[in-house]
């Protein structure tokens, strides 16, 4: 069974990089039918997309981050990560990882989450 | 991009039938999941493709889709399925993926 599963620093100060590591267990990131992507929920806020990628290393990310994101893939540990430069107190957030499931069905597109790490914690702060 | 409009809150007694709406302007176009999220958990995948739902999730929860608004309807709501629902659609361009604000679901 698919596990995702982050990691990283749950503290980072501001105007520093935030970095985290996104490990996949029980299937390879590789399968071209999937892509992997990473999703914020400040404290008592809603969820926020950030952007993905898929196992050739295209990314994609949302328009508010895209000047301050980095999505990558490392296959050969089977791991994605998310680097956020210049992090403010709004960067302070549970992080996500997630699997993405995407296609054409009778010409409309759907794209879905459908498997989730348990979330970390990160905290900008000095 | 664009937005996915969805009530703050709902509530029902045990038994009864809740539904959570979602709007957007997009959504003719566009299929939209919705996740169940419980306090200090990660969301949960519980509709996918406007109806479907994944292996584990039981019947009484399903999904419809009538022009702009998508809807969840949870069924003899129980008390475990207190918890915040959330909205996704995603436009193929980039692709631009969009949440909902979310709904809390409160179970008298």
């Known amino acids: 069974q698919l596990q995702l599963q982050e990691s990283g620093p749950g503290l980072v100060k501001p105007s520093e990089t935030l970095s985290l590591t996104c490990t996949v267990s029980?299937?390879?990131?590789?399968?071209?039918?999937?892509?992997w992507v990473w999703i914020r929920q400040p404290p008592g806020k809603g969820l926020e997309w950030i952007g993905g990628?898929?196992?050739?290393?295209?990314?994609y990310y949302t328009p508010s981050l895209k000047s301050r994101v980095t999505i990558s893939v490392d296959m050969s540990k089977n791991q994605f990560s998310l680097k956020l430069t210049s992090v403010t107190a709004a960067d302070t957030a549970v992080y996500y990882c997630?699997?993405?499931?995407?296609?054409?069905?009778?010409?409309?597109?759907?794209?879905?989450?459908?498997?989730w790490g348990k979330g970390t914690t990160v905290t900008v702060s000095s | 991009s664009y937005e996915l409009t969805q009530p703050p809150s709902v509530s029902v007694s045990p038994g009864q039938t809740a539904r959570i709406t979602c709007i957007g302007d997009?959504?003719?176009?566009?299929?939209a999941s919705w996740y169940q999220q419980k306090p200090g958990q990660a969301p949960v995948l519980v509709i996918y493709?406007?109806?479907e739902r994944p292996s584990g999730i039981p019947e009484r929860i399903s999904g419809s889709s009538s022009g702009t608004t998508v809807t969840l309807t949870i069924s003899g709501v129980q008390a475990e399925d207190e918890a915040d629902y959330y909205c996704?659609?995603?436009?193929?361009?980039?692709?631009?993926?969009?949440f909902g604000g979310g709904t809390k679901l409160t179970v008298l």
């Open positions: 997630a699997r993405v499931i995407s296609g054409y069905e009778r010409s409309y597109y759907y794209y879905y989450m459908d498997v």
């Open positions: 029980g299937g390879s990131i590789t399968r071209s039918s999937y892509q």
């Open positions: 990628i898929y196992y050739t290393g295209t990314t």
């Open positions: 997009a959504l003719p176009k566009q299929y």
């Open positions: 493709k406007d109806n």
């Open positions: 996704q659609s995603a436009d193929s361009n980039g692709p631009s993926v969009v």
